[in-house]
């Protein structure tokens, strides 16, 4: 436990429950706080009273305090009390080295009750119980008390003191971007709210800050950053909600190199002030380009604490006789392959298994050939291969003897991916991370600057549409018809990269930025790549682009996660875990129970009227 801050004292405690130490024997003292838990021995009563700095057990004796004892005997888990008396050191083989205070106790004189407690729907006091997260959620003010959730919101405010500081001492201002914005897009679909001035209009809730950070830089700021909400109507998964909180900056008259070595310094000063104990695995972070992440790791935030690389079977693979692989590799697709160690020996539902995860990641299957001891292969495709090709595949897998090898054939980055994907999987599996503390930080840069979207029929931006483009590949924003408005997956700007730099941390996207472009006419034509209009450009991005008339400085940033951040730091696989109030899966607040239906004022206000809805409860 952490000393508490000076200035703590109040009329209703002399002291936090954490703080007071053998060395404080024989001082009177006052403790405000929560009955964690009461002992009845008849004339003993003891408590473990409880607040956010710890545990401090009191004692009240009825020899020596009658009328304490009696309100004590009343006494139930989670009232709030006050109690004043004597510290004393405990007798001695009754210390509890577990709590810092667990060498003293308090001798109650008075007991004030300052509350009383109904039962509570689940125990604060058992870290084992089992508790419905539904549950939790519902009752988030009594989790908070439990002390694992605590102390993770605890490390979250220390993670922000700490970005503050940093921040500070390299030159950032901070400063707050409205809430009520106009759509900037992020690749999700807008929360929006309707004007009641301005009947028919709507503002839209940002999905970031990204234009008015970048209007920051126009307006000479030089070094921004912000704490910022965003909102992104968008399914919820384990790393991502409809709302959550973002590190954002952006920075004056840099390049690429600036702002990531920038952001590394920043990333590892926060880690080293919020997590001491934990080792930094790499510095400076190993940098890959896109490219490079998905050929050998089939992820754009690779786990790198471990091997088991992916390999380009292509060669080998074509022209095998096996259906799958002939096709893929006649189409321009990649086929490509990761070594199990040891594995062998998988059995049918184990393989089972993997196949199933390829599946879900999008692959259409998955290929095993098992390594033998004595170097021979064993494979369901085996009649297809021969002898010979198998083991060359295996070869040029990696594999050893009773090694698995496992094969994707697909699209381009499908095949990367999906293998990518079991590469994880298989990780944990063989329990391949041999120093979970560990913090292994890498930059993926060089990403594509757009990808195709099958459903638009047209290029969207991979990051942002605000991001650079490699000085190379600027010209490359073409499409092969000459027309902007009549793009085809074939078109250069297929190929171009972005001035974009991804920040991961042990597997997981802690966040995105780019250098952006600050030049309105390279802007217009990117815009234009990506189906956007004069009109439709003048109408979502007026504002920037007009600003960039006015003299642009070059500028980019990134913005990085901070529920991820933390749930990295705290071994969370859910950001819910260290979220104050998170909502569920579909985006309930269980507690305040939102979202609800408008009260009917409201909506006569706004002059709106819902249609199509499903009866609602009454
Ligand atoms: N606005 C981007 C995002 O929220 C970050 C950035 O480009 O700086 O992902």
């Known amino acids: 436990m952490s000393k508490p801050a000076p200035g703590l004292a109040t009329p209703y405690r002399s002291h936090t429950c954490g703080e007071l130490r053998a060395s404080d024997a024989g001082s009177e003292s006052r403790l405000a706080g929560w009955v964690h838990r009461r002992r009845d021995l008849g004339h003993l009563i003891f408590l473990d009273l409880r607040d956010r700095y710890g545990i401090t057990q009191v004692v009240i004796d009825a020899e020596t305090a009658l009328e304490a004892h009696a309100v004590a005997s009343t006494l139930r888990s989670e009232d709030v009390v006050s109690v004043d008396g004597t510290i004393s050191n405990r007798l001695a083989g009754t210390e509890n080295p577990k709590l810092a205070t667990g060498s003293i106790e308090l001798r109650a004189r008075a007991i004030d009750?300052?509350?009383?407690?109904?039962?509570?729907?689940?125990?604060?006091?058992?870290?084992?119980?089992?508790?419905?997260?539904?549950?939790?959620?519902?009752?988030?003010?009594?989790?908070?008390?439990?002390?694992?959730?605590?102390?993770?919101?605890?490390?979250?405010?220390?993670?922000?003191?700490?970005?503050?500081?940093?921040?500070?001492?390299?030159?950032?201002?901070?400063?707050?971007?409205?809430?009520?914005?106009?759509?900037?897009?992020?690749?999700?679909?807008?929360?929006?709210?309707?004007?009641?001035?301005?009947?028919?209009?709507?503002?839209?809730?940002?999905?970031?800050?990204?234009?008015?950070?970048?209007?920051?830089?126009?307006?000479?700021?030089?070094?921004?950053?912000?704490?910022?909400?965003?909102?992104?109507?968008?399914?919820?998964?384990?790393?991502?909600?409809?709302?959550?909180?973002?590190?954002?900056?952006?920075?004056?008259?840099?390049?690429?190199?600036?702002?990531?070595?920038?952001v590394e310094t920043m990333a590892i000063e926060v880690s080293r002030a919020v997590v001491p104990e934990r080792k930094i695995r790499q510095v400076p972070f190993p940098r890959f380009t896109y490219r490079e992440a998905l050929d050998r790791f089939g992820s754009d935030k690779p786990d790198v604490r471990y091997g088991l690389e992916l390999h380009d079977l292509g060669e080998i693979a074509a022209g095998s006789g096996f259906r799958v692989f002939d096709e893929t590799a006649e189409a321009g697709g990649r086929i490509v392959g990761l070594a199990a160690p040891g594995m062998a020996g998988a059995s049918r539902s184990e393989?089972?298994?993997?196949?199933?995860?390829?599946?879900?990641?999008?692959?259409?299957?998955?290929?095993?050939?098992?390594?033998?001891?004595?170097?021979?292969?064993?494979?369901?495709?085996?009649?297809?291969?021969?002898?010979?090709?198998?083991?060359?595949?295996?070869?040029?897998?990696?594999?050893?003897?009773?090694?698995?090898?496992?094969?994707?054939?697909?699209?381009?980055?499908?095949?990367?991916?999906?293998?990518?994907?079991?590469?994880?999987?298989?990780?944990?599996?063989?329990?391949?991370?041999?120093?979970?503390?560990?913090?292994?930080?890498?930059?993926?840069?060089?990403?594509?600057?757009?990808?195709?979207?099958?459903?638009?029929?047209?290029?969207?931006?991979?990051?942002?549409?605000?991001?650079?483009?490699?000085?190379?590949?600027?010209?490359?924003?073409?499409?092969?018809?000459?027309?902007?408005?009549?793009?085809?997956?074939?078109?250069?700007?297929?190929?171009?990269?972005?001035?974009?730099?991804?920040?991961?941390?042990?597997?997981?996207?802690?966040?995105?930025?780019?250098?952006?472009?600050?030049?309105?006419?390279?802007l217009e034509r990117s815009f234009a790549l990506m189906g956007l209009t004069v009109e439709s450009m003048q109408e979502k991005f007026g504002a920037l682009l007009e600003a960039f008339d006015y003299g642009a400085p070059p500028h980019g940033g990134i913005a990085l996660g901070i529920d991820r951040w933390v749930a990295r730091l705290t071994d969370q696989e859910n950001i819910r875990e260290v979220m104050a109030f998170p909502k569920t899966g579909t985006g309930s607040d269980l507690m305040l129970g939102a979202p609800s239906a408008p009260d009917p004022g409201q909506l006569a206000d706004l002059g709106l009227r819902f249609v199509g809805v499903p009866d609602r409860r009454p």
């Open 351 to 522: 393989i089972d298994g993997l196949v199933e995860l390829a599946r879900k990641s999008g692959a259409k299957g998955l290929v095993h050939l098992a390594v033998e001891g004595d170097g021979s292969v064993r494979s369901p495709i085996l009649k297809f291969l021969g002898d010979e090709r198998a083991a060359r595949l295996a070869a040029a897998a990696g594999a050893s003897n009773g090694d698995l090898v496992l094969v994707v054939a697909d699209r381009d980055v499908h095949a990367q991916e999906a293998l990518g994907r079991v590469r994880v999987e298989l990780a944990a599996r063989l329990g391949l991370v041999t120093d979970a503390s560990e913090l292994s930080y890498v930059w993926v840069h060089r990403f594509p600057m757009y990808q195709w979207d099958e459903e638009t029929n047209r290029w969207d931006a991979t990051h942002n549409p605000f991001s650079g483009v490699l000085p190379e590949d600027e010209e490359l924003l073409v499409t092969s018809s000459g027309d902007p408005l009549r793009p085809s997956p074939q078109d250069p700007a297929g190929r171009a990269r972005a001035l974009q730099h991804d920040l991961a941390l042990n597997g997981w996207e802690l966040g995105g930025g780019s250098i952006r472009i600050h030049h309105r006419d390279l």
């Open 113 to 262: 009750v300052l509350s009383r407690a109904k039962q509570t729907p689940f125990p604060i006091n058992d870290l084992n119980a089992a508790i419905e997260e539904r549950l939790r959620l519902r009752y988030r003010y009594l989790d908070m008390r439990r002390e694992p959730v605590r102390d993770r919101l605890v490390l979250r405010s220390k993670l922000l003191r700490a970005i503050s500081e940093v921040h500070h001492a390299h030159g950032f201002v901070e400063v707050e971007t409205p809430l009520l914005i106009k759509s900037t897009p992020e690749g999700a679909r807008d929360f929006i709210v309707p004007s009641r001035q301005q009947p028919g209009n709507v503002y839209a809730l940002p999905q970031s800050p990204q234009q008015l950070k970048q209007l920051l830089m126009v307006a000479g700021m030089d070094r921004y950053f912000q704490i910022a909400h965003c909102m992104r109507d968008e399914d919820s998964r384990a790393d991502r909600g409809p709302e959550f909180t973002q590190l954002d900056l952006e920075m004056s008259f840099v390049t690429a190199d600036d702002v990531m070595s920038f």
